[in-house]
């Protein structure tokens, strides 16, 4: 049987990568990842462990209707995989959270292979713990979402995680003040590049699309 499996790899150290991700790929014969702008981010942090592997990378670029894309990819995948053969595509953080993975997925299941997700470490989970900073304490809600914050929502959560946040910082940042939350920029979490910010003026600055905000009721 054909096996394809979606793994999470966490939010940039190779250490928070699971046991089970690990050896999905070590015993792969392709690694695919998606690429943009020419670069992988995911096929850096696992590049150790992947230098013998067949490597393939599928661009997805960000913003565009994607569906014909991922149909195109997922029929690619069916043809490159053979019988008894494996196959492994690497996902930043959790492959279930916001990810092009899911996409993919769905399509694959129009082929006959076995379907393994294998899930990861999201960068909010690591923001929290890189910040020592609770994201629900007993009886408390949390609210994750991409891009935009609504106020109705927020009104009702202690605390919240933005990702794609950084497009629509100023907006995040002036929501969050108003219903009285404390902020911090995470920019690259557990990465060589990672930068934690709490200061308004000092984030507006910045501008890297691997950055969350995440936020809690003062
Ligand atoms: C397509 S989503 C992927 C989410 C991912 N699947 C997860 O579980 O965290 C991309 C967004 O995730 C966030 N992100 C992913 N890795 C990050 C990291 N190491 N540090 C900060 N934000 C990160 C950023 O907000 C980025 O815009």
New binding site residues.
């Given amino acids: 049987m054909r096996k394809f499996y979606g793994v999470?790899i966490g939010?940039?150290d190779k250490e928070l990568i699971t046991l089970k991700g690990y050896n999905a790929i070590r015993s792969s014969d392709y690694v695919l990842m998606p690429k943009s702008k020419g670069k992988s981010t995911a096929g850096s942090i696992v590049s150790e462990y992947i230098e013998d592997k067949t490597i393939i990378e599928l661009e997805f670029p960000m913003g565009e209707d994607n569906k014909q894309r991922y149909k195109k990819v997922a029929s690619q995948i069916d043809d490159i995989l053979g019988e008894e053969q494996q196959a492994v595509f690497l996902?930043?953080?959790?492959?279930m959270?916001?990810?092009?993975y899911m996409y993919l997925m769905l399509e694959l299941k129009n082929y006959d292979m076995d379907i393994e997700t294998i899930p990861?470490i999201?960068?909010?989970g690591?923001?929290a713990s890189r910040l020592n900073t609770p994201l629900t304490l007993k009886d408390e809600s949390f609210y994750l979402c991409?891009g935009e914050v609504d106020e109705e929502i927020l009104k009702k959560v202690d605390s919240i995680c933005i990702?794609?946040?950084?497009k629509h910082k100023e907006d995040i940042i002036s929501k969050l003040e108003k219903e009285g939350f404390s902020y911090t920029y995470?920019?690259?979490?557990?990465?060589e590049e990672e930068k934690i910010l709490y200061d308004k003026e000092e984030i507006l600055k910045e501008n890297d699309?691997?950055?969350?905000i995440i936020g809690r009721r003062k």
């Fill in positions: 999470g939010p940039g996902t930043l953080g959790d492959p959270t916001y990810s092009t990861g999201t960068s909010f690591a923001s991409d990702l794609k946040a950084n995470v920019k690259r979490c557990t990465q699309y691997m950055s969350l």
